[in-house]
């Protein structure tokens, strides 16, 4: 993982001029990213089988230079099973999140450089459905603030590369009790061309 870095850095540096970046008013920006994971614990008891998929989209617009704004969304499937045993029947949980909200992003440098920062913060509104086997619907609504920060690399005019580092607080609405916690990440954005 050290050489990328380090090849990113020195391509930075050696080829300032190689991308302009497409950060200036008129421009779209999309992006997002799926998951989905399978686990299967056949040594426990009860044995457990999960699966989860996740889709999170995002699309905004630059309303002026280096500055946009629009919306994301997460939306997430979680499918749990245990099998049956001496002590209870099989039993299932079917959970689905949809969460979505606006955000604003600004970069600190000008377009022409290939290698640029941006500061973003984001809030979020999610609609939890739970259920399980033999047992009513539970329904649970919650929000999000987000501010995030990081590098992005831009390999052509359109395509970006970015490591994030940010801060988030999540509670349940209608209580005081809330999280706190830290999150990283690595993502793709796609600039799309404006028409003239």
């Given at each position: ?125 999610e609609?939890?459905?739970s ?39 999540y ?7 809330g ?18």
């Amino acid at each position: 993982m050290k050489p990328l870095f380090s090849a990113i850095f020195i391509l930075c540096i050696s080829n300032s001029n190689i991308a302009k970046a497409q950060i200036t008013k008129g421009f779209w920006m999309t992006g997002g990213d799926a998951n989905f994971i399978t686990t299967n614990s056949p040594h426990t008891s009860p044995q457990t089988t999960q699966s989860n998929l996740e889709i999170a989209p995002t699309i905004g617009y630059f309303f002026f230079d280096k500055f946009s704004s629009g919306l994301k969304a997460d939306i997430t499937f979680n499918h749990a099973a245990r099998a049956s045993t001496i002590l209870g029947p099989r039993e299932t949980i079917n959970e689905s999140f949809y969460l979505f909200g606006p955000y604003v992003r600004y970069y600190f440098l000008n377009e022409e450089k290939v290698l640029n920062f941006f500061a973003e913060a984001n809030y979020g509104y999610e609609l939890g459905v739970s259920k399980n086997y033999g047992m009513s619907r539970n329904i649970t609504k919650t929000q999000q603030f987000t501010f995030m920060a990081g590098p992005v690399f831009f390999f052509t005019q359109s395509v970006a590369l970015e490591f994030t580092v940010g801060y988030y607080y999540y509670n349940e609405i209608g209580s005081n009790a809330g999280s706190t916690g830290f999150q990283m990440g690595l993502g793709f954005m796609i600039h799309l061309e404006r028409d003239d």
